[in-house]
């Protein structure tokens, strides 16, 4: 059979091809079903292989032989297995000549078996860099609150880390000495007002709901009162604000108590009452911290450092192009733990042709972490589709 590697590596560049050539959609789906053939020829081989290890089992003390019964499933099986290779292997060809491939991306065994690069058991997600600024300016804000009700904004374009830096402030240890009382709420685009104050007394320990539209509301200010406490109302949407009026009116004053609010509106920001003085916008990433964000993800193993300096100019590159964009950033870096440096080579290309046709560095980045998921994973993928938005999933659920 066709070697693992050239037949993954030989998906991969179909897929991205497709997305671009709607004409090899087709060939996809023959493609796969060739492949749904010899799973099932396997499945077909495991029978028998089971079945005969039963009749064995039957003629204990029997003269072990070979069973001339077997010859004509072996035969058939070997014919369906050579078919099957041969009209992949043809496909294979077909497909090359009408793209102009002269060759499929491989590892190159004389430079890159011998420059894989280790991988860490875990790498750390919730690293942050680049906020210290941004964070300790929120941070400030907050401890020197004396207001009623004090009301900052976070806003900026999405995945700019509106979010990030929120939870960098909320997590903080100095605000968590601070205030007595904390929230942290998710607002999606379909959020419900029960839902919100439902969530609020989650944090204040609290998971029951009165059946009265005023009641959690009371039960929230009961909880609150005459405490400081934080609330943050995460990724804000909503251009009704009756339900924030009335939350707000709900809820306690004074004792320096304040909210979060991020949103990628100033507008948004300004009716759920944020004074101008009191807006963070986040800024992009430096070149520098760009570059720090990058190699904390694949170089993990080593404490964030490149020690190999041919890795530098391709990574620089690909780092460049992410235009200081941290989902950007740490998506590409994902890609490239545990990759050959041939593999890179390829990789930065590849990116640097989808940036050609859409000049969307995030789209990019997550585009090109879906295509080099492995077939199996792609499928899998797709069951993330069945939670809704701003869902908490087990890791026990998603993996049965």
């Not at 070149?287 to 300096?309: D, I, M, R, Y």
């Not at 640097?352 to 879906?370: F, G, K």
Request: hydrophobic share 35%; charged share 30%.
């Amino acid at each position: 059979m066709l070697s693992k590697r050239r037949d993954t590596t030989f998906l991969k560049d179909l897929d991205r091809s497709k997305r671009k050539l709607e004409t090899l959609q087709r060939v996809m789906v023959d493609l796969r079903e060739k492949i749904y053939d010899a799973k099932d020829i396997l499945a077909d081989c495991q029978v028998q292989s089971r079945g005969k290890e039963e009749e064995e089992q039957v003629s204990k003390g029997c003269l072990k032989c070979f069973a001339p019964s077997d010859l004509p499933f072996q035969y058939r099986t070997g014919k369906q297995l050579r078919e099957i290779n041969e009209k992949i292997a043809e496909t294979k060809e077909n497909i090359r000549s009408y793209l102009g491939l002269s060759m499929l991306a491989q590892p190159n065994t004389a430079d890159s078996y011998n420059d894989r690069w280790s991988c860490p058991d875990v790498y750390d997600h919730t690293q942050v860099v680049g906020l210290e600024e941004d964070t300790k300016k929120i941070k400030q804000w907050l401890l020197e609150a004396n207001e009623e009700l004090l009301a900052i904004g976070i806003i900026g374009m999405g995945v700019v880390g509106k979010t990030t830096t929120a939870k960098e402030v909320y997590n903080d240890a100095e605000i968590e000495q601070h205030f007595e009382r904390k929230m942290w709420v998710s607002v999606t685009q379909t959020f419900k007002e029960e839902q919100i104050m439902r969530s609020m007394l989650k944090y204040l320990g609290d998971a029951g709901m009165g059946d009265d539209r005023g009641e959690p509301l009371r039960k929230i200010n009961l909880y609150l009162q005459g405490k400081r406490y934080l609330l943050v109302m995460d990724d804000v949407w909503s251009s009704d604000f009756k339900w924030w009026d009335r939350i707000y009116d709900g809820l306690p004053k004074g004792n320096g108590s304040s909210v979060i609010i991020t949103t990628r509106q100033r507008e948004v920001a300004r009716k759920m009452r944020v004074t101008k003085p009191r807006i963070h916008q986040p800024k992009f990433l430096s070149e520098e911290n760009s570059w720090l964000l990058f190699c904390k993800v694949p170089f993990a193993a080593t404490q964030g450092e490149c020690l190999h300096s041919e890795l530098l100019d391709v990574g620089k590159e690909i780092v460049e192009k992410c235009k200081g964009l941290p989902i950007a950033i740490k998506a590409v870096g994902g890609i490239m733990l545990c990759k050959y440096l041939a593999e890179w080579r390829r990789i930065a290309d590849y990116f640097r042709n989808e940036l050609n046709e859409n000049d969307n560095s995030v789209m990019a980045s997550l585009q090109l972490s879906y295509d080099e998921l492995p077939p199996y994973l792609k499928s899998c993928f797709l069951c993330f589709s069945l939670y809704p938005e701003d869902c908490v999933i087990t890791k026990e659920q998603l993996i049965h």
